[in-house]
């Protein structure tokens, strides 16, 4: 394998069991993302970002400066080695170190037993209780249940069957089940084909998914197995704590408040806001700020499930004893919990989230009358319409996956209001291009939000964008056809940029490019099925784009599988196969199947393109 060049030094090696050895050395290398023997402050970052912990540059560098003893900016394995010693030996303060050691918040080293484990054992136990909850009937996952002690769940995931299942609970639809492999002993190729598919799948609704190939997955690495089914579970628990699905959420609106400010707030903003709402007409002083600490001695869980359900407050005892009757409490109540005592007693942050999440989706408490409601202007904010299109959401799921530091878009329009937004969109899209001092980044008033969002299309412009009649008052105050517009070309640029980076010459590929690929490579397969444009009607039966999936890649289609395509459902059908198929080749394509069978020029060209992209990078 590949830990042979990992040896522990000399004066180390009677600290080390033999299996503590081999754990560290996984360790280390799953930190050590390209396996060049040094783990860089971008490595650190990335795996940071998988476990869904932000960090900033300074940290970064200051965490591998207390380990990096030759002062190369890079941790080695001796400096590794040298650190786990230390920790060992009650001198682990190294703030690295404190990344490797903590079980909840990042890393558990120390797990039952002694054994040394790189992962947190207690979300591994409640997120493997989670799926055997949600998936431990379904007839495709034949090891199912999973023990929760042990490590069946990284199995699992090694054919990426499971995650596909997982992400369509989290987004019915997502994944077309007709795409995946199924059977018993897959070959490494039928595993990379889920895998991708599952990767690109979370992409498209949401998730961060940074620095994880399918490999990963079929080798099981921990770290990012966790930090990835953790993003689709959290989706899974919040994408319908909404304005949209929970109209009473009005009932948290604060003095001056007016329903936009709601719908810019993130789930969890949103979570934290009900809990206090419920503490306060409890009459209590306790209020919740975070998922952590506040939670600890299960006195806010313990009044929250009392103001619902009105089951008593829990009694006298120490914190454990408390946290064990606030989930009989939660469960009683109908709430499928994966949570432990220890976890609330801890303050892990994730599984309180996913445990709040799950008592407010089983009973949010929120009572409100429909005269009440009318109240609102729900009318004003086209929630069926503009402020969740196809398209708006497209583009924010879009945004949300080039993992931009800082950035997580919940409202495409209001988000964007400030011109700091757009502006490190910008700047991922083309490097560079963003001048930042010229940038107001905390902007307190109106004057210096336009200002930004000024700047903002001045370097659009700079970009060759298409900005008739656009000022930067029109991303201040949310004209949404304008917005819309510009996203639309940072989107397509982004992709064209990829795809002129795999192309010879530095000119950017145009359309009518992309369109001759497409028909050049459907020819050389034998197929007869060719477009004019992306506004060829021909498109909506979905036939060419699966023509063009099987050029690519002859295995990904399964012909007995498509249709001709002649009735509305046959259309879609297609459609919805065309999008998986794409994805398993390795194509991160964000469209709908209703994009195809409506032949929206602009998402088809972004699917030709990927695809394209998809061809190149298997080249």
């Known amino acids: 394998s590949g830990?042979?060049?990992?040896?522990?030094?000399?004066?180390?090696?009677?600290?080390?069991?033999?299996?503590?050895?081999?754990?560290?050395?996984?360790a280390y290398q799953a930190f050590d993302i390209n396996g060049d023997g040094h783990i860089d402050a971008d490595e650190l970052k990335s795996v940071l970002d998988n476990l869904g912990e932000k960090v900033s540059a300074d940290a970064l560098n200051k965490?591998?400066?207390?380990?990096?003893?030759?002062?190369?900016?890079?941790?080695?394995?001796?400096?590794?080695?040298q650190m786990m010693h230390n920790i060992r030996n009650g001198k682990g303060e190294a703030a690295m170190a404190q990344v490797v050691k903590k079980a909840a918040k990042m890393f558990n080293v120390e797990g039952a037993g002694g054994a040394v484990h790189t992962f947190s054992e207690e979300e591994r136990d409640a997120f493997t209780l989670h799926l055997n909850n949600c998936l431990g009937k379904d007839p495709d996952l034949s090891n199912m249940p999973m023990k929760i002690d042990s490590m069946e769940l990284f199995e699992n995931c090694q054919d990426g069957l499971m995650l596909c299942k997982l992400i369509n609970l989290a987004e019915e639809g997502s994944v077309d089940e007709r795409a995946l492999n199924k059977k018993k002993n897959m070959n490494?190729?039928?595993?990379?084909?889920?895998?991708?598919?599952?990767?690109?799948?979370?992409?498209?609704?949401?998730?961060?998914?940074?620095?994880?190939?399918?490999?990963?997955?079929?080798?099981?690495?921990?770290?990012?197995?966790?930090?990835?089914?953790?993003?689709?579970?959290?989706?899974?628990?919040?994408?319908?704590?909404?304005?949209?699905?929970?109209?009473?959420?009005?009932?948290?609106?604060?003095?001056?408040?007016?329903?936009?400010?709601?719908?810019?707030?993130?789930?969890?903003?949103?979570?934290?806001?009900?809990?206090?709402?419920?503490?306060?007409?409890?009459?209590?002083?306790?209020?919740?700020?975070?998922?952590?600490?506040?939670?600890?001695?299960?006195?806010?869980?313990?009044?929250?499930?009392?103001?619902?359900?009105?089951?008593?407050?829990?009694?006298?005892?120490?914190?454990?004893?408390?946290?064990t009757q606030v989930i009989a409490n939660a469960n009683a109540m109908g709430v499928e919990s994966f949570i432990q005592p220890n976890d609330i007693v801890k303050g892990n942050k994730k599984l309180n989230l996913g445990f709040c999440a799950q008592i407010f989706n089983t009973n949010s408490g929120l009572v409100i009358s429909e005269e009440e409601l009318a109240d609102f202007d729900f009318a004003g904010l086209d929630l069926d319409d503009a402020g969740d299109t196809r398209e708006e959401r497209i583009f924010r799921m879009w945004i949300n996956s080039l993992n931009i530091d800082g950035l997580y878009i919940n409202d495409l329009f209001g988000d964007l209001t400030d011109g700091v937004?757009?502006?490190?969109?910008?700047?991922?899209?083309?490097?560079?291009?963003?001048?930042?001092?010229?940038?107001?980044?905390?902007?307190?008033n109106k004057f210096k939000r336009v200002e930004n969002c000024n700047y903002a299309v001045t370097l659009a412009k700079q970009m060759k964008f298409s900005m008739v009649n656009i000022g930067g008052l029109d991303i201040c105050d949310k004209n949404k056809k304008l917005i819309l517009g510009i996203i639309w070309q940072l989107m397509r640029r982004h992709t064209i940029n990829?795809?002129?980076?795999?192309?010879?010459?530095?000119?950017?590929?145009?359309?009518?490019?992309?369109?001759?690929?497409?028909?050049?490579?459907?020819?050389?397969?034998?197929?007869?099925?060719?477009?004019?444009?992306?506004?060829?009607?021909?498109?909506?039966?979905?036939?060419?784009?699966?023509?063009?999936?099987?050029?690519?890649?002859?295995?990904?289609?399964?012909?007995?599988?498509?249709?001709?395509?002649?009735?509305?459902?046959?259309?879609?059908?297609?459609?919805?196969?065309?999008?998986s198929v794409a994805r398993k080749i390795g194509a991160c394509v964000f469209l709908t199947p209703e994009d195809i069978v409506e032949v929206k020029s602009k998402m088809v060209l972004m699917f030709v393109a990927s695809l394209w992209n998809a061809s190149l990078s298997m080249a």
């Not at 830990?3 to 180390?12: E, N, Q, R």
């Not at 700047?427 to 307190?444: A, L, Q, T, Y």
Request: aromatic share 6%; net charge negative; charged share 25%.
């Open 3 to 26: 830990f042979d060049g990992y040896k522990i030094p000399a004066d180390l090696k009677k600290d080390f069991t033999p299996d503590e050895t081999n754990e560290m050395r996984r």
């Open 188 to 323: 490494v190729y039928q595993k990379t084909e889920n895998q991708n598919l599952a990767i690109n799948a979370a992409r498209a609704i949401g998730c961060q998914v940074v620095n994880v190939g399918a490999m990963d997955l079929i080798e099981g690495r921990p770290i990012l197995i966790l930090g990835l089914i953790w993003q689709i579970i959290k989706l899974q628990l919040t994408s319908n704590i909404s304005l949209k699905d929970c109209p009473e959420l009005v009932l948290l609106l604060e003095d001056g408040e007016e329903l936009e400010d709601l719908l810019k707030l993130s789930a969890e903003d949103i979570l934290l806001r009900w809990f206090n709402y419920h503490l306060k007409n409890a009459g209590s002083a306790r209020r919740v700020t975070n998922f952590g600490g506040d939670l600890k001695d299960s006195e806010c869980y313990s009044i929250l499930l009392n103001q619902i359900t009105k089951c008593g407050l829990v009694g006298a005892g120490d914190d454990k004893a408390k946290a």
């Open 421 to 444: 937004a757009i502006l490190k969109i910008m700047d991922k899209v083309e490097p560079g291009i963003v001048s930042w001092r010229k940038v107001n980044m905390s902007p307190k």
């Open 63 to 81: 965490m591998i400066d207390e380990v990096d003893t030759d002062g190369n900016k890079t941790v080695e394995w001796d400096e590794f080695c």
């Open 498 to 579: 990829i795809l002129t980076n795999l192309t010879p010459g530095d000119k950017l590929v145009t359309d009518n490019e992309i369109i001759q690929w497409a028909n050049d490579k459907v020819k050389s397969s034998g197929k007869p099925s060719s477009i004019r444009n992306f506004n060829d009607s021909s498109i909506a039966s979905g036939q060419f784009l699966l023509d063009l999936c099987a050029s690519v890649e002859s295995r990904a289609v399964d012909p007995s599988i498509v249709s001709s395509g002649s009735t509305p459902e046959s259309k879609l059908n297609n459609a919805r196969y065309a999008i």
